[in-house]
């Protein structure tokens, strides 16, 4: 059913701009939103999609133009001012608290008391497992957030975004971490929601998602807005070629509908080997090797085990039995220094885990190497030094060494994760959703430098939940089931629908 237009919007931004360092990063855009609208917000990375919504959410009060709240103007000045008129954000990097239960996450900000000013634990964790269970989410409420994976967390902060009271609700990549069963919860709630008045922002570098779920879809390019437009009147490839200001064609469409043929397996001796491996209640007697020059896939929906087996491979969580071996050395289970001195290095998924946000791009690219490339004596200069050609052969934009990383889009932050091993020396590059929340342009950058790492010898073990990334950049594939491999694909031909069968 078509979105009813109303006279007067519930939300108006009217020629919104905004600067970072004389950068623009908005350009006099106008966006509107009306009651019970699910409203699409696409652009590739650094179009400004996540700079409006942070204005928005009142993240950056320091803004040209206008914005209006039932016609009346309003002024954002930080969240709390935000969610006193009603806008809640769901962020793409999760921003619960770790060391506090679900349920104290929940309610961050708006705890329940009881008649005698206490706070209400047994009502908060009741209504905090009806919320998930909403989702079909059953866990135990009392237990810390940092003891969940990726996508218990993200559920949780989507969770707390739809039941925070709010009339206007910003969700940033909601789907990017959910499998497709879990993003069919997610779409009944937002449309639950619709109908009872409350309107919904939703950003997503997943066009089918935002087709599927928007009335509307508004598109931003270079900070400006190129136009907006009912989602019925929109295809995939037409979106792809207004984000991207030119006619989409097929190089620039993820949709492997095509046969991709894997080639044979390389008679090149393997250089990294992992046998017998398991992690109880995540992956069991899991064995593959990997050549130089060679990218093995592991693929799966989310909670497969594929995702925490990229941890363990490269000594970021730790294992109960099996090994992981570099050449004939065995690796510890639970050593990310030993690992990354031995030169297997993991790019997570979670990039607020990765970097430093409120540190330099130059501080979080030398981070781990400090005193290779820097010796013993630290200066900025000679740190940013080392690190701008790097910056720019990976193709961070903009390459100012001395940048907050928190201030990158999403793609360029990845771009720094790799600068930053780039430094070091590089025999197994373990990635774990390398391009999550990223626009097709973005991906491609990333992926690039992930090929050239190969071509130069490194073996690469890429984890993913996007078939269409596999299919287009691994030359064997591992298809995972509940914690195990439950076929391998190469040498042969497959399609997407192949890999989605054996998950």
Known sequence: MPVVVHE??????????????????LEEVNFDLQPGEVHGLVGCNGAGKSTLMKILAGAYPDHDGQILIDGKTVRLLSP?????????????????IGALSVAENLFLGRQLTTTLGRIDWQTMQQQARDYLREMDIDID?????????????????????????????????????????????????????????????????FLEDVLEICDRVTILK???????????????????????????????????????ALPSRTSV?????????????QFQDINFEVSPGECVGLYGFVGAGHQELAH??????????????????????????????????????DRAKTLVRRSSIARNATLAHLRRTLGEWLSRKREEAVVQPLLEQVGCRPARPNLLAGNLSGGNQQKVVLAKWLLGPIRVLVLEEPTRGMDVGAKDEVMRLVANLKKGGAAVVLASTEPELLLAHADRILVFQRGQIAHEFAGVEVRKADLLRWA
């Open 8 to 25: 007067m919007p519930l939300l108006e931004c009217r020629e919104i701009g905004k600067q970072f360092g004389g950068v623009m990063a």
């Open 269 to 281: 001796a393997p250089v990294f080997r992992v046998n017998s491996l398991t992690r109880k209640g």
């Open 80 to 96: 709390l001012d935000a969610r006193q008129c009603g806008v809640a954000m769901v962020y793409q990097e999760l921003s619960g």
């Open 141 to 205: 409420v009392r237990r810390r957030l940092d003891r969940f994976p990726l996508v218990i967390r993200q559920m949780v902060e989507i969770a707390r975004g739809l039941h925070s009271g709010a009339r206007i609700l910003i969700l940033d990549e909601p789907t990017s971490a959910l499998s497709p069963p879990e993003t069919r919860r997610l779409f009944d709630l937002i449309r639950r929601m619709k109908r009872s008045g409350v309107a919904v922002i939703f950003i997503s570098h």
């Open 312 to 349: 363990s491979v490269a000594g970021a969580l730790p294992t109960d039995s099996g090994s992981v071996q570099l050449d004939d050395r065995s690796l510890p289970s639970d050593d990310v220094a030993i690992a990354v001195r031995c030169g297997v290095v993991l790019v997570a998924a």
């Open 222 to 260: 270079d900070g400006r807005l190129v136009e907006t437009s009912p989602s019925s009147e929109l295809t995939k490839a037409d979106v792809i070629g207004k984000m991207l200001g030119r006619t989409a064609g097929s190089e620039h469409d993820p949709e492997f509908d095509a046969v991709v």
